[in-house]
Every structure is written in structure tokens, then in C-alpha cells.
């Protein structure tokens, strides 16, 4: 077996009866580890567990599973509890489609690229951010002009479980209320950006689905059209019906 932490791993096996060797995985070694478990990898079963959330989620491991793939060995899964979908279900934000960002860059830099794509993204973000450094990283995300709700979930399934909720600022005033508030492991929630419903098609996107059609079907034109400006399928397929008839 396989696990980050093999101090806890042990006491949990030990607990179930199981009796295994155990390795521990970290990024450092995940490499070397490949090599070592080599001779195993055809004549045994290997697990790759962690004590808390799921393996790869933020965690090591994509390497090892990328090796199998590559030597054509069989690999499963059995779902474990990740939290950045436990956030997800209960954050009351949509979840058709979401973004999971991992945690936040140790620098200004990649900070910075991480709030360009949130303000432009049209999906919810999921991240995981420190206690330590939360109300810097929602206070940047005022100053950078992203105004949305969100849903801080602190400490999820266990006792001190707490999930605040609503436009940044607002839970920003909830968190500083109490110094209570920003101990524990955070996963913070981002609504995506609003989408601008257009219905009127101006002369110049009438003069594009012109041009595209004389390369595209009339199919082709509407799906074109609506995934560049958001307008209703209807109103840009009339048009182009039109414009493909005169």
C-alpha cells in the first residue's frame, strides 16, 4: 500500500485488521517510488489510499497512475471524499458546470492570474485557501473588481463544520466578527461571472453571420453566433434564415 501519511494510515488499518507494508508518497519521491514498486507492479495488488480527502485531488499520485497507464496495467478506483465537491453540493451556487482551481499560488504572480480567470469565468471556481491567508485572498478579490457570491466552507464533515455564505464583503464582516471563524481548513466557492442575454443583432454581427455563411451551414452559423455572443439561438437563426434567403 501506498499513502502520504503512514503514521495515521497505520493506525487506521490497524484498527480494520489489515496488515499490509505501507510506503509513504510524497511529490519529492513519487518518482523513486515508480522505480521501487516496479517488480511488484505485475505480480500484485497496489493501493494508493490517503488518510484524508481522495488521492491527486491537490495530492500526489498523478505520476504513479500516468506509469500503469503507460505499462498497459489495470487500474480502479473506490470513491473517497474529496471536499471541493462536498463544497460544491452544499455551497448554493450553480454546479452545472464548475472550475476546480486547487490551492492558491504562493505568489503575487499566480495569484493574479487566478483572479483574471475567475473575473472572466462564466463557471463557479472552487479553491482551496489557508486559514491564515483567507480574508487577504477575498479582500483581493474586491479589489480586483469580482463581485459575486460565495460560500466559505470551513472544516467540512466534521464537528466544527460551518459554511458562510453570500457577496464577498458581507461574509468578509462575518469572518473578522470572530477569530473563531478563520481556524480550520477553508474551501472557498465562487459564483461565475454573469452572462449578458442579447436578443437584438447589430449591423456588424448581421455583416459576420453574412460572411459565415458563405463557409458554414445555417446549423453551423447559429451555434457559431450564439457561443460568441450569448444571443438566444432563435433570434440569431431567424437572421441568418433571412439573410441566407434574400
Known sequence: MICENP????????KLGIKKKLLSLHDHNEQNLIKRIAKYQYKSSIALIS???????SDPG????LDYIKK?????????????????QISGLPINNFTFLGFI????????????????????????????????????????????????????????????????????????SSQKNL????????EGKKKIVQNELSPEIKGYITKLL??????????IVHKLTNISKKEVYKTALSIKND
Open 72 to 88: 498497459n496495467i489495470m487500474i480502479t478506483c473506490i470513491p473517497g471524499p474529496t471536499s471541493a465537491i462536498v463544497a460544491l
Open 7 to 14: 503514521i495515521h494510515s497505520l493506525k487506521l488499518l490497524n
Open 105 to 176: 499560488s504562493k505568489n503575487r504572480s499566480g495569484n493574479n492570474a487566478t483572479f483574471e480567470y475567475i473575473r472572466n469565468s462564466f463557471t463557479t471556481s472552487i479553491l482551496f485557501v489557508p486559514g491564515n491567508k483567507l480574508i487577504n485572498f477575498l479582500d483581493e478579490l474586491v479589489k480586483n473588481k469580482i463581485k459575486r457570491r460565495v460560500a466559505i466552507c470551513k472544516e467540512l464533515t466534521k464537528i466544527n463544520e460551518k459554511v458562510f455564505r453570500g457577496e464577498i464583503s458581507e461574509v468578509i464582516k462575518i469572518l473578522n
Open 183 to 190: 481556524k480550520g481548513e477553508f474551501v472557498v466557492v465562487i
Open 62 to 65: 498523478y505520476k504513479l497512475v
Open 51 to 57: 488518510d484524508a480527502g481522495s488521492p491527486l485531488i
Open 214 to 223: 458563405t463557409k458554414f451551414s445555417l446549423t453551423e452559423v447559429v451555434q
